[in-house]
């Protein structure tokens, strides 16, 4: 009699089930994505922006990944070590990215203990400036491409009907947004994403890379993702309420300004509360670095400039 032979579990491989957004604006580069990572039957919270500790000159670099977790990790870390050590040029930080991809797919994943090549898959978007060069990438296997509006990864592909109504370009290209537009919408596909998926969860992850000057990474306040979220179901209903009012040709005209009218009061208010929220936190954040208490990881992304919008 012959005996079976014992089963070997397989083992389950760390995806990152992830929605990660890079938008083109005229000012910068926004990234966000969402903060949730699954392994079978588990999840826990994780960055998926990362971005290294030290870096040389005006070189600024941040990556987000989709896919198997252990290839994003890496190449992270081999892309972050190889422009650590200067500050590279545009060109230069490219060749790097190319490199890193095809190392990764041609020696490190090609000896990773599984017969289920499919898990190993994974997809990069990364950002960064370098002499006064900006660049958003996006990886496809060895290969990578430049993104020139906005690209979307992971679970967000369902969000992109929604990308593409709302962003923008001149008639030559160039994005209309500012990044303070472009970090609402980032935050909106992550809100779409979570809405729809339950393996994609978390709070939103918001960082811009500037142009210019006021270059470098600045990370979103603690407050901003969290407080502009519940603006989006509303904004959302009295959006679906507006097109069904508008293209029913049988209202009266006196009817459908009416509706316009109170919908236009439900968005002052709805305004009005994120601009309240902003004016608390603001000031709180500077009584911290006033105290010299500095907050690792967040720093005020707008002006602290005041609004008159609470005062209508």
Known sequence: MIAPKPHSPRKREVKRVTIAAGILCADGIVMCADSQEINGDFKWPV??????RATIGDFSIMISGAGFGPAIDT????????TAMN????DQTVRIIEDVLREIHEKDLRYY??????????????????????????SDGSLRTRVDSFEVIGS???????????YKQTALGYPTMNTAEGAVFATFLVYLAKSQLTS?????????????AEGGICFANVWEAPAIEPIFPGCLEIGAQILLKCANP???????????REHGKSLKRLHRSITKQKKYWDALWRE?????????????TQSDSETSEDQQ
């Open 156 to 166: 967000g592909e369902i969000t992109k009907f929604f990308a593409y109504m709302l």
């Open 75 to 82: 190449a992270a870390q081999k892309i972050f070590s190889r």
């Open 87 to 90: 500050a590279p040029s545009y």
């Open 288 to 300: 911290y670095k006033n105290a010299g208490i500095d907050l690792v990881g967040h720093t005020p």
């Open 47 to 52: 960055k998926k922006l990362v971005y290294p």
């Open 200 to 212: 994609v969860g978390g709070k939103p992850q918001l960082a811009i890379i500037r142009y210019g």
């Open 113 to 138: 203990p599984t017969n289920d090549k499919y898990s190993l898959q994974f997809r990069l978007l990364i950002a960064f400036t370098s002499g006064g060069a900006a660049g958003l990438f996006v």
């Open 250 to 260: 049988h209202l009266p005209e006196r009817a459908f300004n009416d509706i316009l």
